[in-house]
């Protein structure tokens, strides 16, 4: 394989090593950008044919390079290789690495479907949904020549959820549900509250996530429950959808309709638990509509529960302790937490 010398650091160190020419080099990988405008599947298919593939992006330092790539440049978008071609619920990478990082533009993703492209200019950076037939260029990307990827950690997490707490089968964490019918709260009270006990507001991130009465027999019947709060938002005005988790906008789940921003102050978004079977279950709201709501942690986070066994253990009955904005009251063996 020929490798690149026409780029190299002061020193004399070839930026671009293990990479074919014309090729860059960032962290283990290669990139090359397309110099003809394709389809999203001629795009793929030339990639293919260099022994590469449409570039995939696990993290925001990735993104950064691609935006150093190609940001400035006058087309508008670039193929990358994101896309809900097959399931529009569903995106996936060409590579078939699990999607773990996600920037979507604004009103991005929504219920678009098609194939996955980077903005540049003004919005550079930023993930829109093209009709996969638009004949855009294109990122590809390989890994360079004499590198090795490191293996992930093969030791599992504790997959052990507090009382009260419900595994989510596919994932290590555990959810509650908090239902408006004993309290409401806005999303970003929702939101606050779910950090300060040490998680998030609820992600999902697949079809078999929804079904929460399914993934614990000893869950209640939360059919009933008409709305309930998940991190999912677009507060900012300039981006698209985002997990409050940090999580990635891999999977979607709107009813028809939705998200339709409704007299431009809609941009969170609440799940009706009784239509996760549906074609849709999703819809946005006024962020400070009251609902019920859904909080995660991650397994083995089980801090609550130990201070109720400190508290039993002391033989404490009734204690009463102020955190930052929130109350931790211990009353006849109850622990709640509340603002």
């Given at each position: 394989?020929?490798n ?13 090593l ?8 960032h962290s283990?990988?290669?990139y ?7 389809t ?8 293919k ?11 925001r330092?990735?993104n ?7 940001g ?10 994101l896309s809900?071609?097959?399931n ?7 590579s078939?690495v699990?999607?773990r ?7 991005m993703?929504?219920r ?19 009709p996969?037939t ?14 090795a990827?490191t ?15 419900t ?11 908090f239902p ?7 999303w ?5 509250y779910?950090r ?5 507001l ?9 079904n929460?009465n ?5 869950s ?11 991190g999912?938002?677009?507060s900012?005005?300039?981006?698209g959808?985002e ?17 339709n ?20 279950s ?5 962020c400070?509509a ?14 609550l529960s130990y201070i109720?066994l400190c508290l ?9 302790v ?7 009251s ?9 603002m």
């Amino acid at each position: 394989m020929k490798n690149s010398t026409s780029e190299s650091s002061g020193d004399g160190v070839d930026l671009n090593l293990g990479c074919k020419h014309g090729w860059k080099r960032h962290s283990s990988y290669c990139y090359y950008i397309g110099t003809e405008s394709k389809t999203y599947d001629e795009a793929k298919d030339h990639c293919k044919r260099t022994s590469s593939y449409l570039a995939d992006v696990s993290d925001r330092v990735d993104n950064a390079f691609l935006i150093s790539l190609v940001g400035l440049r006058p087309e508008k978008h670039f193929w990358l290789g994101l896309s809900n071609q097959k399931n529009q619920d569903v995106f996936e990478w060409t590579s078939t690495v699990p999607v773990r990082y996600t920037h979507w533009n604004r009103e991005m993703p929504g219920r678009n479907q098609g194939c996955v492209a980077m903005t540049t200019g003004s919005t550079a950076g930023l993930w829109d949904v093209l009709p996969c037939t638009n004949r855009e260029k294109y990122i590809c990307k390989y890994q360079a020549e004499g590198t090795a990827l490191t293996p992930a950690p093969t030791t599992a997490p504790s997959d052990l959820c507090a009382d009260g707490w419900t595994k989510i089968s596919s994932r290590y964490f555990c959810f509650k549900v908090f239902p408006g019918s004993l309290e409401t709260k806005s999303w970003f009270e929702a939101r606050d509250y779910c950090r300060a006990i040490g998680g998030d507001l609820l992600s999902f991130h697949s079809a078999a996530e929804l079904n929460l009465n399914k993934q614990s027999s000893r869950s209640p019947n939360y059919s009933r429950y008409l709305t309930l709060w998940i991190g999912l938002s677009a507060s900012d005005q300039g981006t698209g959808f985002e997990w409050s988790d940090g999580s990635p906008v891999n999977f979607q789940h709107w009813k028809d309709g939705e998200p339709n921003n409704k007299n431009n102050v809609e941009s969170c978004v609440e799940f009706s638990s009784r239509d996760w079977g549906l074609s849709g279950s999703w819809s946005d709201n006024q962020c400070e509509a009251p609902n019920g709501w859904v909080c995660q942690i991650r397994t083995g986070k089980r801090w609550l529960s130990y201070i109720k066994l400190c508290l039993d253990t002391l033989n404490v009955t009734k204690v009463r302790v102020i955190l930052s904005n929130y109350t931790i009251s211990f009353i006849s063996g109850v622990l709640s937490i509340y603002m």
